[in-house]
């Protein structure tokens, strides 16, 4: 089974320098050694900036800057990172049908990991994910019909509140 997990930086995902810390965690090179990583709705070559241009457009360069998942695989369930680096770039299309969205598939532990993050602000018009039930609820069901097409059935939501894990 798939376990999806939530962090919230401890309060730290609202200060200005927010999004390139967890950009720089999650596309640290040591930890996402087949180089899988990508994005929707970003610029590349200066992701972090790319989202924080959104925010300030839309005037909300306050408050929760970024949402930060992990949806880790056992090894059993998925070991290729090929796929894992499929999946977290259909996850990122998904999200970034409203917001922008970067990936990175982590291969740093016994099992397969992929970092998902996404600015808190819409590109299209502005809005907010404050993760309320029936946005989270969406997203989940939107994962667990991706994960589906690579044949794993259960996808678990950890609700427990953790800091980022230390780089």
Known sequence: MAIIKTFNGNGNYRNENAIQFVTDYIFNPYKTRSGYLGGFGVNPECPAESM?????????????QLRHYVLSFAPC???NPTIANEIGGRIAQLIGTEYQALYAVHENREHLHIHIVSNSVSYIDGHRFYGKRKEFYKLMEGMRKILRDYGIYRLIYDSQKENIPSA
């Open 52 to 64: 924080m241009i959104v925010s300030e457009q839309f005037g909300k360069s306050n408050g929760v």
């Open 77 to 79: 369930e998925l070991a």
